[in-house]
């Protein structure tokens, strides 16, 4: 070990999105010395990316909302197996973590009188999201960032986490490499923090970038703890779809709370086709009343573009299926119509929209102002996660804590849009609190030098594979393979049939080989990520067999309909004694006679 | 399928060479799917950064036949289809490998910025009022995704090598986001006069130019600072009150 440098912090944060940030801030305000590890340059986390706010009820704009209403949205958005508590938690904490953001010198949008504006979006019953045009990532991780670097938090960037190290049952640090030299990096630390963001890479269509690599998620896993919800992948129905290598990138939910509509290739807005019970009486039977929606109107409900995603990207596969699709397999989302509504309708549509008016101008050489979008579904998010303490954030392992998109139980089976960012701030400072106590409370703990040997063993075994397999062929056909198999649509038999594919992937991983040197070479990068994408993988798909029903971001065309007795359960993934995946089911808790009583009121 | 050449600059800080591939060409394709798909295919440790694919995270800054760009946002009909297409890093920074540099410098250089200073809240609650016509010029600064091409582009850090005592346009920018702020109180003007050297920027606009995000950086950013550091410290009235409020 002596030969590695050893980096000693009291509490270490690996990832620097909004909950790695917010975690770091909130142990570092508590007096703890903090270090923070981050794949990317600081400032380039996936948070940068979000487009279209962060819900908070604060009421600034419909002073009919509260809490209450945000954790009964939350809830029925999660289909009711979410973590009740971390819900409740999260809609009466977001929003003074917003007004926190502007103290730090955030600048949101406005409204009239001068406060924070908020907009609509799919699942929320009030606009709640508090947003900068549609860029709203940026303006939260760099708010985070240079308030940040002022508070003495120690950042490592372009570090790569490879495992956790631990003392008994006790994690108590991280092996490392920094990417320019690949040289390994021992960090020691009293507690440790993931939030290492999401899982996209496993999928061929996705939003996220080469960073959503389940890396967090492996890391609990390998290192003993739970994962839970694991089958709950949020496919966001708005992807682009054409020009091909586009494809996946983003189309913000902002755009249908703008006024957006979906229509297929014979014209017909066909999400009035099928609106589910749930929802009925919130949603505008008539395209008059859900335009008015958008625009403010308070005694009008929305429209059904803005069901929650997992139903809207339901709708979509349908109409593609059906033959409705437009010609690259998409249907059409169109903002420009809304001319016929508003005289300045080009100039509102920019001011909204700029960034996706720029995307769509440069990448695909179309005018959202003018014409209507192609777009199709796309691996967006992961519900499913670390197991967490809801007020403490502490994983099931002493020592490791978790926050942000790679912890879970908030969202249940289907995230509503907007609630991220804000899960980010509320339980990223959480996590920052408890992981800062725990560490005045415990030592360092030691790490024993075979631990240290045997992953540098690991980690270098791809440079000894000469003429091996290359990893970003591996990569591509996992990708494909969980496309195909563990999707949108989900049957028992591909699912066993994406079993197998995975045991073979795991064989033709050992024989993986990295070209050149270890100087930031990215196949080596590759290689050592793909450990990890197998582990999600392969524990998303036992959790998608083992629920055998329909429900959020689960569609099982083999159980298409949802079964009560699965909505008193999450499932979790432990590794077992002999190194296999151990799946078990574990009833939720009886919620508490305050909480029923609020979502039956307002359910 | 259309190919197309790459001459793609491999090597590190102690030297390198251009190097040749073939990529092929899809409708709608970026330099930057052609850079990865080499990558994928034909060399694997060919180094450069990305994360978003659609120009909001600035990770992807590099030279496209000598153009400072984004990979990621610049499509392959946009430039000349018989010729190869050389890529290469920015030539401000040091070069760490291939198409990556090692832009720490930036950091640090905000690191010396002095931070937000909020005035005390507005209302009873915590909470501030702004208008929206108050905050849109800030509002134009901080869509910086901090892609440092600017900084790449300006002669005074490319050519004149002035990285301790310049800034940069990014830094103008993030200065004149901070002085601008409605909220703000602190007073950054005599660090932007003899920590920031801002002086040296004589206005040639090419930062403006070539950033991604269309910020009007020389003309509402720097101009505006340059005239309140004039305000501030050249002009004569100004100074005659701050001699006679000193006594
Ligand atoms: C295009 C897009 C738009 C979105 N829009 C919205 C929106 O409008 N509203 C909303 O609420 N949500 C939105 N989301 C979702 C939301 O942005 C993400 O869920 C959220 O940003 C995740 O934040 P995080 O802090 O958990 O992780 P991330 O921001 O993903 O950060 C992860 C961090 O972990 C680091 N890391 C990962 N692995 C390792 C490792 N092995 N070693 C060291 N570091 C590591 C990474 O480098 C990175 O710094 C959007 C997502 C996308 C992709
Ligand atoms: S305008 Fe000033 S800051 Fe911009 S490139 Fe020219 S000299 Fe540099
Ligand atoms: S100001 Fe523009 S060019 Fe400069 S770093 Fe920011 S986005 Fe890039
Ligand atoms: S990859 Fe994000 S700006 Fe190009």
């Not at chain 1, 695909?364 to 303490?389: C, F, N, Q, S, W």
């Not at chain 2, 491999?10 to 799917?33: C, H, T, W």
Request: hydrophobic residues 35%; charged residues 30%; aromatic residues 8%.
């Amino acid at each position: 070990m002596a030969e590695y440098p050893i980096f000693e912090h009291d509490v270490l944060v690996i990832g620097a999105g909004g909950a790695g940030l917010r975690a770091a801030i909130e142990a570092s305000a508590a007096g703890v010395s903090v270090g923070l590890v981050c794949k990317s340059l600081l400032g380039k986390a996936h948070t940068v990316m979000a487009e279209g706010g962060m819900a908070a009820a604060i009421g600034n704009v419909d002073d009919r909302d509260n809490w209450k209403v945000h954790f009964t949205d939350t809830m029925r958005g999660g289909q009711y197996v979410n973590n009740w508590r971390m819900a409740e938690l999260h809609a009466k904490e977001a929003p003074d973590r917003v007004r926190e953001l502007e103290a730090w010198g955030a600048v949101f949008d406005r409204t009239k009188d001068g406060k924070i504006l908020q907009r609509n979006f799919g699942g929320h019953k009030y606009p709640r999201l508090a947003h900068v045009g549609d860029r709203t990532g940026l303006e939260m991780i760099r708010t985070l960032q240079d308030h940040g670097i002022h508070q003495g938090i120690e950042v490592y960037m372009e570090v790569t986490v490879v495992s956790l190290l631990k003392d008994g049952d006790r994690v108590v640090g991280a092996f490392a490499y920094e990417r320019e030299h690949g040289r390994f990096r021992i960090f020691r630390a009293k507690a440790v923090i993931l939030a290492t963001g999401g899982i996209g890479r496993a999928y061929k269509i996705t939003s996220n970038s080469w960073e959503g690599t389940g890396d967090g998620h492996s890391l609990a896993y390998d290192s003993g703890a739970e994962l839970i919800d694991m089958e709950f992948i949020q496919f966001h129905p708005t992807g682009m779809v054409y020009p091909p290598s586009v494809r996946g990138i983003l189309v913000t939910e902002g755009v249908r709370g703008e006024g957006g509509i979906l229509k297929n290739s014979e014209g017909k807005r066909f999400m009035f086709d099928d609106i589910p019970d749930l929802y009925k009486d919130q949603t505008a039977d008539n395209p008059e009343e859900g335009w008015k929606y958008t625009q403010g109107d308070k005694n009008a409900r929305r429209p059904p573009e803005l069901l929650t995603r997992d139903h809207v990207a339901r709708c979509i596969v349908r109409e593609v299926k059906a033959g409705r699709g437009s010609p690259n397999g998409g249907v059409y989302l169109d903002i420009a119509w809304i001319k016929e509504k508003l005289s300045n309708a080009e100039e509102h549509i920019k001011k909204k929209l700029p960034s996706m008016y720029h995307q769509f101008k440069q990448l695909a050489d179309l005018d959202i102002t003018k014409e209507p979008m192609e777009v199709g579904p796309t691996t967006h998010y992961i519900m499913g996660g670390i197991r967490v303490d809801a007020d403490t954030q502490a994983s099931t392992v002493p020592g490791l804590f978790a926050a942000g998109e790679c912890a879970a139980g908030i969202n249940g089976a289907n995230r509503l849009g907007g609630n991220s960012l804000s899960d980010l701030l509320v339980f990223g400072k959480r996590a920052g609190e408890f992981a800062a106590k725990f560490a005045k409370e415990n030592d360092h703990g030691t790490i024993d030098d075979s631990q240290v040997s045997e992953k540098v063993k690991w980690s270098l075994q791809p440079f000894n594979n000469p003429g091996g397999e290359n990893p970003f062929k591996i990569q591509e056909d996992l990708q494909e393979m969980m496309q195909d198999l563990v999707g949108i649509v989900r049957t028992e038999r591909e699912m066993k049939q994406a079993l197998e594919g995975l045991t073979k992937l795991r064989t033709r991983l050992a024989n993986v080989s990295a070209t050149g040197n270890i100087d930031f070479n990215p196949s080596w990068h590759t290689a050592l990520d793909l450990h990890n994408l197998l582990n999600v993988s392969e524990a998303v798909t036992l959790a998608a067999i083992e629920r055998k029903e329909s429900r959020g971001g689960q569609f099982r065309d083999d159980f298409p309909l949802k079964v009560e007795e699965f909505g008193k359960v999450n499932f979790s993934v432990k590794k077992g004694d002999k190194g296999e995946m151990e799946i078990k089911s574990i009833p939720i808790p009886e919620m508490p006679a305050e909480l029923k009583q609020i979502i039956e009121e307002l359910g | 399928m259309r190919k197309a050449t790459f001459k793609i600059w491999r090597g590190n800080s102690e030297g390198g060479e251009f190097k040749s591939y073939d990529a092929d060409i899809q409708p709608g394709m970026v330099v930057l799917d052609a850079v990865l798909q080499i990558q994928g295919e034909q060399a694997g440790d060919l180094a450069c950064r990305w994360n978003c694919r659609a120009g909001k995270c600035g990770s992807c800054s590099a030279e496209i036949n000598g153009k400072p760009k984004l990979m990621c946002m610049t499509r392959m009909n946009t430039l000349p289809e018989n010729e190869p297409i050389t890529v290469e890093p920015m030539k401000a920074f040091p070069l760490k490998k291939d198409l990556v540099t090692d832009v720490s410098w930036n950091y640090e250089v905000k690191k010396k910025i002095k931070k937000f200073k909020p005035r005390a809240p507005d209302a009873e609650d915590g909470t501030w009022r702004m208008s929206q016509g108050d905050v849109d010029r800030v509002q134009e600064f901080r869509k910086c995704i901090e892609c440092f091409l600017c900084q790449d582009v300006c002669h005074v850090l490319r050519d004149h090598h002035k990285h301790e005592e310049f800034i940069g346009p990014r830094f103008l920018v993030y200065a004149a986001a901070l002085e601008m702020h409605p909220l703000d109180t602190e007073n950054r003007l005599g660090d932007l006069k003899d920590e920031s050297n801002i002086g040296y920027c004589n206005i040639t606009k090419c930062c403006t130019k070539v950033c991604p995000e269309s910020i009007t950086i020389t003309d509402n950013a720097i101009i505006p600072l340059k005239e309140r550091v004039v305000d501030e410290f050249y002009d004569p009235l100004t100074k005659l009150v701050k001699i006679l409020r000193r006594k």
